[in-house]
């Protein structure tokens, strides 16, 4: 048997995580720190009133541009009551996914590194917004949103507060509940 073939008949699987690959991934960053850093990219272009869209197509990663396996399309929209066609999620609906998608992945890796198995998953989330920071009509109250509300109901043999300690190692939960600086730059043509 090849070494690759033995590798892989000794991959450990759990959660959908190969385990194996994921340790080998982690000594991989600690002989060379560099390999860690990411840079995620986005492009868009809008299509008129409330309608834009967006291409990702590549990252750099490991040391290295990497292209996608395919360009993945994503529209942005708004419901009617916001001025919308409803064609799309809006921008802060797509938020929401971006949380628990991240929330879920990370746990769900995190447990299969600890050897916990996770059978389900499933979550609702709610974020409560004010239009009138959007609107500028006030200025106390916050453009975005003042609080996301995320109950996930897990299946596993490991404690609700384990899972939870778990998830909160998610890019996209520090990135929305800590502060970060954004530069925005504006060019015109």
């Not at 360009?71 to 797509?94: I, K, M, Q, S, W």
């Not at 009138?132 to 949103?145: A, D, M, P, Q």
Request: charged share 20%; proline share 4%.
């Amino acid at each position: 048997m090849s070494h690759a073939n033995l590798a892989a008949a000794q991959a450990i699987v759990r959660n959908g995580v190969d385990v194996t690959a994921l340790f080998a991934t982690i000594d991989a960053v600690k002989a060379n720190p560099d390999i860690a850093r990411f840079q995620f990219r986005a492009r868009n272009s809008w299509k008129g009133g409330d309608h834009n869209h967006s291409t990702i197509d590549d990252f750099h990663g490991a040391l290295q541009d990497i292209p996608h396996a395919r360009a993945f399309e994503l529209d942005n929209g708004e419901p009617a009551v916001l001025l919308g066609r409803d064609d799309n999620p809006n921008p802060v609906e797509y938020v929401l996914h971006a949380l628990i998608g991240c929330l879920t992945t990370t746990m769900a890796y995190h447990a299969a590194a600890r050897g916990i198995t996770v059978e389900a998953i499933d979550s609702h989330l709610e974020g409560d917004l004010d239009l009138r920071g959007f609107l500028g009509l006030s200025n106390t109250v916050r453009k975005g949103f003042s609080t996301i509300r995320v109950v996930m109901r897990v299946k596993s043999e490991a404690s609700a507060p384990v899972l939870r300690e778990l998830a909160k190692y998610s890019p996209v939960y520090d990135i929305v509940s800590n502060s970060l600086p954004v530069e925005v730059r504006v060019e015109t043509y």
